[in-house]
């Protein structure tokens, strides 16, 4: 099909697929130099920000896999569809991934602190997130409130298609947070080429949700 005649849904439906290789290309390049190297890596401790990050991830990328497979049961259209099903599987299999990690460390799944204490604690550049959002035992950034899940749950059809951008790309932003925090104080190479992966393949689908949901505003 020339490009002068693909419609915007179907070059929509190229990028998601475009950011979907491409994260997953990096992903198994950061996990194949991290396994490489785990020879040279200590143990992460049960209060390092390596494992205070793969809990605290695996909570906010369950939540995502939730918010995909709702949307799914509330919209025909085939783009929103398809980046449902690549957020619900990339996010369930890198949760999976986290929890491992928590295993072979020999740490428990729940921390002996607060959710999001160790990205309150000054990473190598000296920073701390303690601007109120990111207090320990507060909720992470960019998780959606019980609210907004039963307003998409409630909504359909273009209405939810809305919600489910407005929601994720908030979602996704709160990821790229974590994934840069922690990159300021982990040491681990397997964390760090996850945290790397999550930085570039969520920004990249930040950028296409907002088109998306451009495209979806009332005239």
């Known amino acids: 099909m ?8 179907v070059r929509r439906l190229t990028l998601i697929v475009t950011a979907v290789v491409a994260a997953v290309a990096v992903g198994l390049v950061g996990f194949s130099v991290g396994r490489l190297s785990t020879m040279d890596n200590p ?3 049960s209060t390092s920000a390596e494992a205070g990050f ?3 991830m695996q909570v906010h990328h369950l939540q995502g896999v939730e918010l995909a497979m709702l949307i799914r049961d509330r919209t025909s259209a085939a783009d929103v569809r398809l980046l449902g099903y690549d957020i619900a599987t990339t996010q369930a299999q890198q949760a999976g991934q986290l929890y491992g990690w928590l295993t072979e460390w020999d740490l428990p799944q729940a921390g002996p602190e607060p959710e999001m204490t160790w990205m309150t604690r000054p990473g190598r550049s000296g920073h701390a997130h303690t601007d109120g959002a990111h207090t320990p035992g507060e909720p992470m950034p960019g998780l959606a409130t019980a609210e907004q899940i039963a307003e998409l749950t409630a909504a359909t059809g273009v209405e939810a298609e809305r919600i489910f951008l407005t929601l994720m790309i908030a979602h996704h932003q709160g990821a790229v947070d974590m994934a840069e925090a922690v990159q300021d104080r982990a040491n681990n190479t397997s964390v760090l080429g996850f945290a790397n992966s999550v930085i570039i393949s969520q920004e990249a689908e930040i950028t296409l949700m907002e088109s998306m949901l451009a495209d979806r505003e009332p005239e």
Do not use: F, V
């Open 2 to 9: 020339p490009q002068a005649r693909r419609s915007p849904a």
């Open 43 to 45: 143990t992460p401790t």
């Open 54 to 56: 793969a809990r605290d």
